[in-house]
């Protein structure tokens, strides 16, 4: 608590009391611990790339009897590095951008299958790399009210987890319904899974459940985090469905389109 008091005097009179406010200053130092740790995990996140960045160069500069096969090799992760940093700036930038406060969505009727499906082609080659089958199904209205763009860029997320924390040769399930006043977006993989106590944290920026494996898999640890504002940010909710070596499944609700009179 934060505690402020002033004296209350009539005139040039003895203080006749006093007025005490007590402040619960508790959420602000957790807003200041917040602030302060995602300041921290960006330098962190930033800096391990560029560690990696600069030592190849120097390396590449320094040692003139350097084999081809190691020059390539050299310049090959320096790309896979920058690539990235980009991608982890522009993950940054879009988070930023969607938690300000006058961040709006451009809401219109869009059909929910097929941002669904435009988003799986998208992803095709990323599926196809690993071997994995990506099936759609899609029943009833699936027309909701939303953003298109913004739609796509969750299932992006959403989709591509899937694609990342599953095996060679498995498949993915994608389906969009019509459940009473909501359109759902449901992805089923039969991946790592995640154990039951991880589940609330992977919202958190930069929260993995395995940091190494994330990494491998290209991530930057801020997906879910811009796929939970954003999906806020239509009035929507999501769940998740997990279990360890067996798979999971993340469904978000959307609101169903109802025309205006
Ligand atoms: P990342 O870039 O690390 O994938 P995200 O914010 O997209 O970051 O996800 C946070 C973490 O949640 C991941 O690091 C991973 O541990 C876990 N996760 C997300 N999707 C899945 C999934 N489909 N299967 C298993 N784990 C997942």
């Keep these: 608590f934060d505690v402020h008091s002033i004296p209350i005097r009539r005139g040039h009179g003895h203080s006749k009391g006093l007025v005490v406010i007590f402040h619960d200053i508790t959420r602000l130092k957790k807003l200041e611990k917040v602030r302060k740790d995602f300041v921290a995990n960006v330098s962190h996140e930033l800096r391990t790339p560029v560690t990696s960045l600069k030592g190849f160069a120097e390396t590449l500069l320094e040692d003139s009897q350097i084999s081809d096969e190691d020059r390539e090799k050299f310049l090959t992760i320096i790309l896979k590095e920058s690539d990235r940093l980009q991608l982890l700036i522009q993950d940054l930038l879009e988070l930023s951008k969607i938690e300000d406060e006058h961040f709006q969505l451009n809401k219109e009727a869009v059909d929910v299958a097929r941002i669904a499906q435009e988003t799986i082609e998208l992803l095709k080659e990323t599926a196809r790399k690993k071997e994995i089958s990506v099936q759609f199904n899609t029943s009833g209205t699936t027309v909701a009210s939303g953003d298109s763009a913004r739609l796509k860029q969750m299932f992006v997320n959403i ?78 909710r999501i769940e998740v469905e997990s279990e360890q070596g067996v798979g999971t499944t993340f469904s978000i609700y959307l609101n169903k389109y109802v025309q205006k009179e």
């Design 159 to 236: 989709i591509n987890n899937a694609i990342a924390y599953s095996p060679e040769k498995s498949h993915i399930s994608v389906e969009v319904a019509e459940e009473g006043n909501a359109v759902i977006f449901r992805t089923t993989d039969t991946g790592i899974g995640i154990v039951k106590e991880e589940i609330p944290r992977i919202f958190e920026r930069f929260y993995r459940v395995d940091r190494a494996r994330s990494r491998n898999s290209g991530g930057t640890g801020l997906g879910l985090a811009i796929v939970k504002h954003l999906t806020e940010a239509h009035n929507g």
